[in-house]
C-alpha cells in the first residue's frame, strides 16, 4: 500500500504559478507511475499529467502542456506539478495518484482507474 499526501494549493491571480507536492510513503519502492488529476466543481475528474516513476518520462493533457510540468524525486518519495501561467479554469480540487500494479498494457496512465493509490486532494483556485 501507498499513501498520499499532496501539499502546495492555494489561491493565485491568473497568470502566476504554484507548484504541488505529492509525498509517498508505505511501499514505494513498487510505485510504477504517479499522475496528476483535477476536478472542477460540477465537472468529472480529469487527467492532467503522468510521469513514469523510474524513467522519468512525461504525458500530458493538451490544455496544460507547455504551462505545466510534472517531476519526481526519487530518493524523497516525492512527486511535483508545477503550474505557471495559471488561468481561472485550472480552478479545481487537484489530486495526485500512484500506481503500484505492473501490467503490459499502456506506457501512460490516463485513466484514474487504472491507479492504485489517491491522495487527499488540494484545493487551487486561480482568480481572474
Known amino acids: 500500500q501507498v499513501q498520499l499526501v499532496e501539499s502546495g494549493g492555494g489561491l493565485v491571480q491568473a497568470g502566476g504559478s504554484l507548484r504541488l507536492s505529492c509525498a509517498a510513503s508505505?511501499?514505494?519502492?513498487?510505485?510504477?507511475?504517479m499522475g496528476w488529476f483535477r476536478q472542477a466543481p460540477g465537472k468529472e475528474r480529469e487527467f492532467v499529467a503522468t510521469i513514469r516513476w523510474s524513467g522519468g518520462s512525461t504525458y500530458y493533457t493538451d490544455s496544460v502542456k507547455g504551462r505545466f510540468t510534472i517531476s519526481r524525486d526519487n530518493a524523497k518519495n516525492t512527486g511535483y506539478l508545477q503550474m505557471n501561467s495559471l488561468k481561472p479554469e485550472d480552478t479545481a480540487v487537484y489530486s495526485c495518484?500512484?500506481?503500484?500494479?505492473?501490467?503490459?498494457?499502456?506506457?501512460?496512465?490516463?485513466?484514474?482507474?487504472?491507479?492504485?493509490?489517491w491522495g487527499q486532494g488540494t484545493q487551487v483556485t486561480v482568480s481572474s
Open positions: 495518484a500512484a500506481r503500484s500494479t505492473y501490467s503490459s498494457g499502456p506506457y501512460y496512465y490516463i485513466e484514474a482507474a487504472q491507479y492504485d493509490s
Open positions: 508505505g511501499r514505494t519502492f513498487s510505485i510504477i507511475a
